[in-house]
């Protein structure tokens, strides 16, 4: 009896797996990383691989606070012009309160943004779309006005240290961007909070009806969002020792991109923080790859897309056959 039951548990536990989605998503990046590998001799080179790692980082932080307002159905347009308006805001600290108080400043006024934007969703019931819409309009405005429409050079070097100090071996912006996402994870996945989120995300009313904490919980994904693009800011100004009011331009999209490439819903309650991941290293891979073969920078927008409607429009096919 046990040997005829074998074979049916051993399905049973391929179809749970294929039933996952960080499962599939991962299969995707290893098809695309092997298919790179092929494609170009320099793509599986060292100093490249530690070139994709660099890359993901400002990606990488900014969909973890995606994923949060993406899991609460809502969305954040915001993102790109946060990381602007507060690495302005940090460089004009530098001069008065050094690089702690410069780093403090940023961090405070992105989750700051994300709480004017999350109150006028959750609290007046307004739009996140035409919210953090208008919220994206504003910050690049006033992104501008504090730079003087100009870049923000004076920045102190010791700041640089956030970005290339190793930690294990690892470049510290790669370790901070590891961190960040073990940190989430753990939020999403084993606190109230986290269950919280899922279940606004879920069904609302639901929610309400069973006593959560709806108001707190529709918020605080906005908050984290704003306060992670300032911090990706704060990386990337340390990595180029320089300040432009334009940086985190269509940074959103990326960041959307990669969520939904990890299998997140639009409509929220589903999604993980390792599927983020593995979204990230992808749209890394693919840009990467596209640029060590020699894909002209006019087409690479086309190709990107095509990618991401393609894996998208995969997923749910899958999705739809698997839970038949």
Known sequence: MPEALAPTSRSHLVHRLAGRLEVRMLGLALVVFA?????SPYFLRSNNLLNLLDQSVVTGITSVGMTFVILTGGIDLSVGSVLGLTSVLMGLAFGKLGIAGGIAVALLSGGAIGLFSGMLVAYFGLASFVVTLGVMAIGRSLAYICSGATSISNIPPAINDLVYTPILGVPSNVATLLVIYVLAGLYLSFTKGGRTIYAIGSNQEAARAAGLSVLFYSV???????ALAAAAGVLLSAQV??????????????????????GASLYGGRGSILGTLIGVLIMVMIRNGLNLLGVNPFWQGSAIGGIIIAAVLVERLVSTRVRG
């Open 220 to 226: 605080l994904p906005y908050v984290v969002s704003g």
């Open 35 to 39: 298919g790179l590998s092929l494609a």
């Open 241 to 262: 020792m320089s300040i432009d009011p334009l940086a985190g331009t269509a940074l959103e999209l990326d960041a959307i991109a990669a969520v939904v490439i990890g």
